[in-house]
């Protein structure tokens, strides 16, 4: 039998060798997709998820929160971190998968 790569005559060792290390190609490839197929893909991947887009709500509320209280620069400040500090707590809740 003639190898299309390199232009030689196997032997019938060379032969099994490749015949063994295609089928353990094969098994390899055949776990790998039972466990992509197992864990690759989660529940309701690929549809939107609002709770990720709330922060476009935080955003228009610091604004108007430093817009708002000019004339009172404590209570601006005050509710400016408050809105920053749900903003941050709302964030490190999203990463930990609490929602």
Known sequence: MEDINRGKVLTPEEREARAKLKSH???Q???SNQIQTLYGQREGAGELNLIYMSPL???PALLVSRLAFRKNP???DKVFK???GVGVAHGLACIAGFY
């Open 25 to 27: 190609f094969r098994a």
């Open 82 to 84: 408050a809105t920053l």
């Open 29 to 31: 490839q055949q776990r």
């Open 74 to 76: 404590r209570l601006g």
């Open 57 to 59: 709500l935080f955003m």
